[in-house]
């Protein structure tokens, strides 16, 4: 592999060789050094999972392969995050045979393997998408056509606790109206919230069809519950997708969009779309009003609240070449400055800010025919390439012994295979009451699978939770007398309940969590005839 300057004077790094390098994200790292993550083709069969690590400059330190032994197998890695001691996740895709689960693997600050995890999926072209880590750990994975799409479920989010083990999975669109929903990002927000952006075909307000394709934005907090799942500009008949979105301390979101311009002159624009923190739409601005083809892909924030929004553009006239370029403009949308990078149609796949406000963009480029290279650049906050940093750095400090780059064999990833189990078998999610009738005692079989049904701004969220501490079992009578009240922690699969003493009559048990009842069932109780003699 060659890392290359193509210019002294501009602060571009072109990974590359005989071979695809696909670079998709980018992380600045606890030692100011970057991670990139992504794949590398050595043919149109055989490719390998890539993760990469740069000094501040750009150059390369190490690289790390992760393969299976059976060169068939193939891995891909989407995105990648990092915590503060230094140990890395990285989720993908992994494909055998046309099948296609997603993966995530975790190293350590090392690069050494500490887990990995194949999710199968219950159609035959699931993927991971991206990941983020959580305050007090654990990770939000988006996995996409995780189901069949026929059933209107393609997106799916994942809360999984420190060891890639499931909290809960809830699919995406709620709304039965939002139809080929795709979500490209998901973004931890400063409230803690989950905000998830993409694209989703909706018909407008008081039809059923057509549909169009429109923004998609939508927002959830840790516990499962949406806040809101909102298609951008469908009062408005806008047209047009939403690529990423950064969010600011008052949880306004800001979106990189592209906008279909409903008139003359007719074409595509890049966009800034702002969304509130309670999903109502606050206004979108174009960046460019006599453009076709265009797009905005990534955006970030500079230091003081600007924001650097990368778009590709191409002129009305036929003659018209297509610019990669970026955009410095204002939470409004004004432009303060506008660069013309380079003549591409292709956008970069991910921009960050770093520690000392400037940003870097990396993405995969053809310039290198048959071969894509990834290209990464970097730019301060005038929109000017960055400067060589001569000062000595220290990399890779949390790791007591010099990094060498290697191949990581995935041989051994655990491979979890009842993530459909709910959906399969919704009988494990229901409450087991037996005997029933009984004049003794009854038993209580909980369920495997806690399916939450909660509402909130007009949208009934369902999420099935695998892991919880506890739940609240009762029981009343048909009078709505409180019979029986327990906390059962989830180890506790059965509860035994004596009703000896109880009148005859019906009864009903439910299973209450985070206030919400999960799971009810009835049982009738054959009371003993008592006889009261009288002396």
């Given amino acids: 592999m060659d890392i290359a300057d193509t210019n002294a004077q501009q602060w571009i790094r072109i990974f590359n060789g005989d071979t695809n390098f696909m670079g998709d994200r980018i992380i600045e790292y606890y030692d100011k050094g970057y991670l990139i993550a992504g794949d590398k083709e050595t043919s149109p069969i055989y490719f390998d999972g890539w993760l990469c690590k740069t000094d501040i400059n750009g150059y390369r330190l190490w690289d790390k392969s992760f393969q299976e032994s059976d060169t068939l197998v193939k891995i891909t890695f989407t995105s990648l995050t990092a915590f503060d001691n230094g140990e890395i996740s990285l989720i993908g895709e992994r494909i055998n045979n046309g099948y296609h689960d997603p993966i995530i693997v975790k190293v350590d600050a090392c690069g050494q393997k500490q887990w990995c995890k194949i999710y199968d999926a219950i159609s035959q072209l699931g993927f991971g998408y991206d990941i983020v880590s959580l305050p007090g750990g654990g990770y939000m ?29 809830q699919y995406f669109p709620q709304d039965p109206m939002f139809w080929g929903t795709s979500v490209f990002r998901i973004l931890l927000a400063p409230d803690s919230t989950i905000i998830l952006t993409g694209e989703s075909y909706t018909p407008n307000p008081g ?26 500009g469908r009062n408005d008949y806008l047209v047009g997708i939403a690529c990423s979105s950064i969010v600011d301390l008052k949880g ?142 220290t990399y890779d400090s949390l ?50 699978y806690l399916v939450r049904k909660s509402s909130g701004s007009g949208i009934t969220t369902t999420t099935t939770y695998h892991q919880w501490k506890e739940v609240r079992l009762e029981v009343f009578d048909i009078f709505g007398k409180l019979m029986y009240c327990n906390e059962i922690p989830q180890k506790i699969n059965t509860v035994q309940v004596d009703v000896s003493g109880w009148n005859t009559g019906m009864y009903v048990a439910r299973v209450v969590f985070m206030n919400d009842i999960v799971a009810a069932g009835k049982f009738v109780v054959n009371g003993v005839q008592r006889v009261i003699s009288v002396d």
Wanted: with cysteine; hydrophobic share 40%; aromatic share 12%.
């Fill in 141 to 169: 994975a988006l996995f996409v056509n995780w189901v069949e799409p026929q059933e209107n479920k393609p997106v799916w989010l994942f809360r999984l606790d420190d060891e890639g083990d499931i909290i809960w999975q």
């Fill in 207 to 232: 039809q059923t069809s057509p549909v169009w394709l429109r923004p998609f934005v939508a927002k959830v907090d840790m516990d499962g519950n949406v806040v809101f799942e909102l298609s951008w």
């Fill in 252 to 393: 306004i979101i800001y979106s990189a969009s592209a906008h279909a311009r409903p008139l003359p002159p007719y074409g595509d624009s890049p966009c800034l779309l702002t969304t509130s923190s309670s999903g109502e739409e606050i206004f979108y601005k174009d960046l460019k009003d006599s453009t076709k083809n265009a797009g905005a892909g990534v955006l970030t924030w500079f230091q003081d609240s600007t924001i650097i929004l990368n778009s590709v553009w191409k002129g009305i006239n036929p003659q018209d070449s297509t610019i990669n370029g970026v955009f410095k403009t204002d939470t409004l949308g004004n432009i303060l400055i506008e660069k013309g990078l380079f003549s591409d149609d292709q956008s970069f796949s991910d921009c960050i800010s770093t520690y000392n406000n400037k940003a870097v963009l990396i993405g995969p480029f053809g310039w290198n025919y048959p071969y894509w290279q990834t290209v990464m650049i970097k730019l301060n906050s005038d929109l000017e390439y960055d400067s060589i940093y001569t000062i000595p750095f």
């Fill in 399 to 448: 790791c007591s012994y010099p990094i060498v780059s290697d191949t990581i064999l995935l041989d051994d990833c655990e491979v979890i295979i009842a993530i459909d189990d709910p959906i399969e078998h919704p009988e494990k999610t229901i409450l087991h009451i037996y005997p029933n009738p009984s004049t003794d005692q009854i038993s209580i079989e909980l369920p495997k």
